[in-house]
Each structure stands twice: as C-alpha cells, then as structure tokens.
C-alpha cells in the first residue's frame, strides 16, 4: 500500500502542492518514528494529562526496543513528507483478536493536509479477510482524536478505565467494509 496526496498546499510554497508518501514503515525507520515521538506526544496529551503523562508515554511507547518490537508484531506505516517521517500508524489486534489500530499520529505542523486520512486509510486497506470491524482508543479528553474519528464514521464501544490512573482510555469502533 503506497498512497501519494498533494492536494493541500502550506504556506509560503507559491501554488506547489505539498506531497506525502504513506508507505509500509522498514526497520530503519525507528529513529524517525522516536523522533515523531518526540513532536506528537507533548502535543497530543500535555494539556490532556500533564507532562508527567507525556514522559510516561515517551518511556513506554516510544523507545526504539518498543518501536521495533511493535513493528515486528503489527502492520506498520509512515507518511512521508519531503523525505521526513511526519506521521504513523498501525494495525494489530486486541488480546481477544479483534483487529485494533493502536497508533495514528502526524507531525503536529502537518495537520489537516490529508495525512490522518491517508495513514488511517492505510490500516483499513490492511484489515485481515474477514474483520467486521476495527478498533482503536484514544484518551479521554482528546477531543480532536475523538472528532477526526467520528467524522470518519467511529461509534463508541466502551470505556477502559485506566489502572495506573490516567485518564480512562475511550474505545470506538469501525465496521469493515470487507478487508484484506
């Protein structure tokens, strides 16, 4: 799955259009994907959950032993935008098999040009034959993580409260439109 956008145009670049490139992620794009690490958690969850969340964050996800180990257990993906990783996500599955999207993230300076939609596309084209639905979980009080998903069709599935006391982690669900 390789998908190309071009369709939005930044700032200051007189007409030309910005193009990305959402590809399968390579072993050597672990040190890219700690740095998107870097840029999306602050921006994502300090506000949400405080600084001592984003650490944590960082310190559990975003280390490159768990970058690679994810990798090699889940279907992963990179957008690329002018040869930078600037956004990510995954597929895997919940303990019970349900197939669960456990990352999506884009570079914050590259919101709202297509990447979400394209890197969440991504994970749609790659849903196992079969799956009636995917799932995925966002952070209670990420209330642009809970818009971009309800206007893509998402419903709610239940609530997980977190056992270490972090905000409760909001679970939703897509119906499959047939994939593999």
């Known amino acids: 799955m390789v998908a190309t ?7 200051g670049t007189a007409g030309r ?12 794009d672990v040190p890219a994907l700690r ?10 969850y300090e506000r ?10 960082l310190d559990r996800w975003w280390q490159p032993e768990q970058l690679a180990e994810s990798m090699a257990r889940t279907t992963t993906f990179v957008a690329e935008a002018a040869g930078r990783v600037v956004g990510t996500a995954n597929l895997g599955q919940t303990t019970d098999g349900v197939p669960v999207m456990w990352k ?43 818009e971009f998903y309800r206007r893509r069709g998402f419903r709610p599935w239940r609530i997980e409260p977190d056992p270490d006391g972090w905000p409760d982690q909001v679970w939703l669900t897509l119906p499959a439109t047939g994939g593999g």
């Not at 956008?5 to 700032?11: A, I, M």
């Not at 740095?35 to 994502?44: H, Q, Y």
């Open 5 to 11: 956008g071009n369709e939005n145009v930044p700032p």
């Open 17 to 28: 259009p910005a193009p990305y490139l959402v590809r399968p992620a390579v072993p050597g």
């Open 35 to 44: 740095a998107l690490g870097e840029r999306v958690v602050a921006d994502t």
């Open 104 to 146: 999506l993230y884009v570079d914050p300076a590259m919101h709202g040009r297509g990447l979400g939609s394209a890197l969440l596309a991504a994970v749609l084209a790659a849903l196992p034959p079969g799956a009636d639905r995917l799932a995925l979980s966002h952070l209670a009080g990420n209330t642009r993580a809970a």
């Open 48 to 57: 949400i959950a405080g600084p001592d969340y984003v650490r944590y964050m």
